[in-house]
Nanobody, 123 residues
Framework: QVQLVESGGGLVQAGGSLRLSCAAS????????MGWFRQAPGKERESVAA????????TYADSAKGRFTISRDNAKNTVYLQMNSLNPEDTAVYYC????????????????WGQGTQVTVSS
């Protein structure tokens, strides 16, 4: 069982930055691939970025490429999402998720989810 707790969301102006953190309870955190997803009102949950167990393999949604960076610190059981150049279209609840084995951008591949953190970008 893995418990995930996100933090770092908030209100930011367009063009600003936020860093989201996701702390995991699992002692075997380094065995899990991690993903960041987001869900805006009335829309489906979508992948933002994913990272493999070691941190050496990452993938990003087209909307995140060049602006967002996913990283992890296995010693701290934490995964991060650095978000730069934010725009109002990035407004959503952001979730982190964990799965065994390889990274994935598919919602259904993930076994454990955090409660989410709200990110609001004002224009």
């Amino acid at each position: 069982q893995v418990q995930l707790v996100e933090s770092g969301g908030g209100l930011v102006q367009a063009g600003g930055s936020l860093r989201l953190s996701c702390a995991a309870s699992a002692a075997t955190f380094s065995r899990y691939a991690m993903g960041w997803f987001r869900q805006a009102p009335g829309k489906e949950r979508e992948s933002v970025a994913a990272i493999n167990w070691s941190g050496f393999s990452t993938t990003y949604a087209d909307s995140a490429k060049g602006r967002f960076t996913i990283s992890r610190d296995n010693a701290k059981n934490t995964v991060y999402l650095q978000m730069n150049s934010l725009n109002p279209e990035d407004t959503a609840v952001y979730y982190c998720a964990a799965k065994m084995f390889g990274r994935s951008t598919e919602v259904l591949d993930y076994d454990y989810w955090g409660q989410g953190t709200q990110v609001t970008v004002s224009s």
